[in-house]
């Protein structure tokens, strides 16, 4: 026992016992217990935090992206133009617009378009304009026309508006009936309050033959004056107003009279405004004042 205590140890300096010593009361870095944090703690934080910036601003981004690529486009200009006023104001803009672009020669217009003013419908029937009434072809009486109406009158240069020069045609006509639907589109686009369009179209002429019962074997044939008028009432042409004016006329400028036929839009022309002829006849009220009475033709 003695012996065993006097047995000489192994010699260790006083440092590396120190040092040892040390080693053996530090903390476990690998359980983590207990432990303080270490020095580049701080800078994993830092590093974790930009990550998870940037992973959200990436997110951020591929919501703008999706949705950007998903959402509709923007709806096109219904027109190059339009007019600066409303009212009254603005349909005589519109006719100062559209009508010199329509000619009847290189030199000429074709029309001249000038607004008339119209009193809308009162419980008394008075107004301080023209009022329109529609004739009931199957018993002939009139009722109004109820809203708020533009009329345009377009009238040659020639004597009793007659259009100067040139012969009349099916074609001139449905130049005509062009510029009645282009007035009605603009209308019903910027003036918000009208309901109903109506163009007088310059006087024209039908010839008449006798059939049935003649007063003669071979009857001459006779020329009648017709005065026509387009009328567009807004639903109508509502399909049209929702897409741009040149998905429904597609020429920059009008084309010519000669044209007309073959123009792109000529059938849709014809069959829109063949559907909206009357006849018209501006009669005085009993109380003086002016009514243009309207009366439906058959389609054409």
């Not at 533009?150 to 005509?176: D, K």
């Not at 069959?271 to 006849?281: K, N, S």
Request: net charge negative.
């Amino acid at each position: 026992m003695a012996e065993g205590l006097n047995e000489p140890r192994p010699s260790t300096s006083a440092a590396e016992e120190h040092a040892v010593g040390r080693a053996l009361a530090a903390p476990s870095r690998q359980t983590g217990r207990g432990s303080s944090s270490s020095p580049y703690s701080h800078k994993f934080l830092v590093v974790t935090a930009m990550l998870v910036g940037i992973a959200l601003g990436a997110v951020a981004v591929a919501i703008v992206v999706l949705a950007t690529h998903t959402s509709k486009p923007a709806a096109a200009m219904w027109s190059t133009w339009s007019p600066p006023d409303s009212g009254l104001a603005g349909e005589r803009e519109i006719a100062d617009e559209v009508s010199p672009f329509y000619r009847a020669s290189p030199a000429g217009q074709l029309v001249v378009v000038t607004v008339q003013n119209v009193s809308a419908p009162s419980a008394n029937g008075s107004g301080s304009g023209t009022q329109l009434a529609l004739r009931d072809p199957t018993n002939g009486t009139l009722s109004a026309i109820s809203g708020t109406s533009a009329v345009f009158n377009l009238c040659g240069l020639g004597p009793g508006c007659a259009i100067t020069p040139g012969a009349p045609s099916q074609a001139r006509e449905l130049l005509l009936r062009r510029e009645a639907l282009e007035l009605a589109l603009y209308t019903f686009r910027y003036i918000g309050n009208v309901q109903n369009v109506v163009s007088i179209l310059p006087p024209g002429h039908a010839t008449q033959t006798c059939t049935g019962i003649c007063s003669q074997p071979n009857p001459p044939k006779t020329t009648k004056t017709v005065d026509l008028a387009v009328v567009f009432q807004r639903q109508s042409l509502q399909h049209f107003l929702e897409r741009p004016l040149r998905d429904t006329l597609p020429e920059e400028l009008p084309p010519t009279v000669a044209e007309m036929p073959d123009a792109p839009e000529a059938e849709l022309v014809s069959v829109i405004t063949g559907q909206a002829l009357f006849q018209h006849q501006l009669v005085q009220a009993q109380d003086g004042s002016s009514v243009l009475v309207l009366s439906p033709e058959p389609p054409q």
